[in-house]
């Protein structure tokens, strides 16, 4: 199971919104409403944001919002904030492997 | 509170075997789906394996598929993972979470709760 695409790097000014996008295919991220993304920062365990495409878990601010079209799906970050400056990753169910990770996105803030 | 941790890790020779424990606390292992990650150094993300909520099926990336096995021992409430034939394409964090949101094959492929990490080094 090949990994999902993200972009290897995205930047945006405080304030500004992001977007992060995340493509597999239909035997995963087009076919199952199981999207995920994580956010790290460096040296520290990854942190959930958005599970099941849009759903975001307690304590998550509302900034953060998922979205899916097809074979891709998407992170968008609102008003960024210095501390939102991490790594983040997308993960899909994906069948017969169950899960696959994207390879990751650096998201700067300006 | 709710929370994972994991040891076990260290340095090992390739062929090698090790076994990883994550020693969860504040809830109870068999109600939740868990999941082994793994991050090799400076690269992303790699699901490595889960166990059902009811430990009846479990399920391996094919990187390990035949050389690790994930368990659960619901009197300690820990979380395994028994890593035989290590190469140095092992060599990563290894990480146990735990699954949140629907099941899937007695599974939630989602992970809101993260252990610290513990380090395999295959040298």
């Known amino acids: 199971q090949s990994a999902l695409t993200q972009p290897p790097s995205e930047s945006g000014a405080p304030g500004q919104s992001v977007t992060i996008s995340c493509t597999g295919t239909?035997?995963?991220?087009?076919?199952?409403?199981?999207v995920s993304w994580y956010q790290q920062h460096p040296g520290k365990a990854p942190k959930l944001m958005i599970y099941?495409?849009?759903k975001r878990p307690s304590g998550v601010p509302d900034r953060f919002s998922g979205s899916k079209s097809g074979n891709t799906a998407s992170l968008t970050v609102s008003g960024l904030q210095a501390e939102d400056e991490a790594d983040y990753y997308c993960?899909?169910?994906?069948?017969?492997?169950?899960?696959?990770f994207g390879g990751g996105t650096k998201l700067t803030v300006l | 509170q709710v929370q994972l941790v994991e040891s076990g890790g260290g340095v090992v020779q390739p062929g090698r075997s090790l076994r990883l424990s994550c020693a969860a606390s504040?809830?109870?292992?068999?109600?939740?789906?868990m999941h082994w990650v793994r991050q090799a150094p400076d690269k992303g993300l790699e699901w490595v394996a889960s166990?059902?909520?009811?430990?009846?099926?479990?399920y391996y990336a094919d990187s390990v598929k035949g050389r690790f096995t994930i368990s659960g021992d619901n009197s300690k409430n820990t979380l395994y993972l028994q890593l035989d034939g290590l190469s140095a394409e092992d060599t990563a964090i290894y990480y146990c979470?735990?699954?949140?949101?629907?099941?899937?094959?007695?599974?939630?492929?989602?992970?809101?709760?993260w252990g610290q990490g513990t380090t395999v080094t295959v040298s």
């Open positions: 979470a735990r699954g949140v949101g629907t099941l899937v094959r007695g599974v939630s492929v989602s992970s809101d709760v």
């Open positions: 504040g809830f109870t292992l068999s109600g939740f789906g």
């Open positions: 166990i059902s909520y009811d430990g009846s099926n479990k």
């Open positions: 239909s035997s995963d991220v087009g076919g199952y409403n199981y």
């Open positions: 099941e495409v849009t």
């Open positions: 993960s899909s169910y994906a069948g017969a492997q169950l899960t696959v």
